[in-house]
């Protein structure tokens, strides 16, 4: 496995869930972080566990919906890390609701988060990748490989999602750039228990995937030697008779 010792990870997200889990698996591999979200505090608390084991963390205070941030995030980037070799992409929101009752405006909100945000961010970043000969990667969802109802906006984003990664790929791959994508299952984060919530279903963590398991796939991924390269990774929680 290659060494991850020393490089920069930017991680969306980064303030719960898969983003934190994935953050501080990074720092434990001596990474140095730049961890975004929208309530610095959170992420400052992320960020004292993190500077136990990486040389270096800095949080940025941003909205990914809102392009001035994402251009005043680069030029921070360009200041405080002199390159860029991993961008995780954890961030997004997620809604419930019948096709026939959603509204316009909440897929446009999950749109602009799901889909235009991560878009704008990775186009920003990715001459910093490029130069680097970095890694992207996407954390999706498992919705799009089993399809049910009341998620079907959710579920259009994911799909896009996943299209903006796949051609990506295509793209970059020539300039030594690896892009994966990442579609876990239910994972005890916060968010799920919003989900368990929505879905008048009791909430037990403990049989569900755990953020951190989802970061060691990560983590593993990204350490491969450079003779290959992990595009889909799918993860569900292994539940024991």
Same mark, same amino acid.
């Given at each position: 496995?290659?060494?991850?010792?020393?490089?920069?990870?930017?991680?969306?997200?980064?303030?719960?869930?898969?983003?934190?889990?994935?953050?501080?698996?990074?720092?434990?591999?001596?990474?140095?972080?730049?961890?975004?979200?929208?309530?610095?505090?959170?992420?400052?608390?992320?960020?004292?566990?993190?500077?136990?084991?990486? *040389?270096?963390?800095?949080?940025?205070?941003?909205?990914?919906?809102?392009?001035?941030?994402?251009?005043?995030?680069?030029?921070?980037?360009?200041?405080?890390?002199?390159?860029?070799?991993?961008?995780?992409?954890?961030?997004?929101?997620?809604?419930?609701?019948?096709?026939?009752?959603?509204?316009?405006?909440?897929?446009?909100?999950?749109?602009? $988060?799901?889909?235009?945000?991560?878009?704008?961010?990775?186009?920003?970043?990715?001459?910093?990748?490029?130069?680097?000969?970095?890694?992207?990667?996407?954390?999706?969802?498992?919705?799009?490989?089993? *399809?049910?109802?009341?998620?079907?906006?959710?579920?259009?984003?994911?799909?896009?999602?996943?299209?903006?990664?796949?051609?990506?790929?295509?793209?970059?791959?020539?300039?030594?750039?690896?892009?994966?994508?990442?579609?876990?299952?239910?994972?005890?984060?916060?968010?799920? $228990?919003?989900?368990?919530?929505?879905?008048?279903? *009791?909430?037990?963590?403990?049989?569900?995937?755990?953020?951190?398991?989802?970061?060691?796939?990560?983590?593993?991924?990204?350490?491969?030697?450079?003779?290959?390269?992990?595009?889909?990774?799918?993860?569900?929680?292994?539940?024991?008779?």
């Amino acid at each position: 496995m290659v060494t991850l010792i020393g490089q920069v990870a930017v991680v969306t997200g980064a303030s719960s869930g898969i983003g934190r889990a994935i953050a501080l698996g990074l720092a434990a591999q001596g990474v140095q972080l730049c961890l975004l979200g929208r309530n610095l505090e959170t992420l400052q608390i992320v960020a004292a566990i993190a500077k136990e084991t990486s *040389p270096k963390v800095v949080c940025y205070a941003i909205d990914l919906m809102v392009d001035e941030d994402i251009s005043k995030l680069q030029t921070s980037l360009e200041r405080d890390f002199e390159q860029v070799d991993q961008l995780i992409l954890s961030a997004g929101m997620f809604s419930m609701g019948t096709f026939q009752k959603s509204s316009v405006q909440d897929f446009d909100l999950l749109y602009r $988060a799901n889909v235009r945000a991560p878009y704008i961010l990775t186009q920003t970043l990715l001459p910093m990748l490029l130069s680097s000969q970095g890694q992207i990667l996407f954390i999706n969802s498992s919705v799009i490989m089993s *399809p049910r109802a009341n998620v079907g906006l959710f579920a259009a984003t994911q799909h896009a999602l996943k299209a903006i990664a796949d051609t990506l790929r295509i793209e970059v791959n020539a300039d030594q750039v690896r892009v994966m994508s990442v579609f876990p299952g239910r994972t005890a984060t916060p968010r799920q $228990a919003i989900i368990h919530e929505m879905e008048g279903k *009791p909430y037990y963590p403990e049989r569900l995937m755990q953020p951190e398991d989802v970061a060691a796939v990560v983590i593993n991924a990204l350490s491969l030697p450079r003779t290959a390269e992990v595009t889909d990774i799918s993860l569900r929680p292994f539940v024991k008779p």
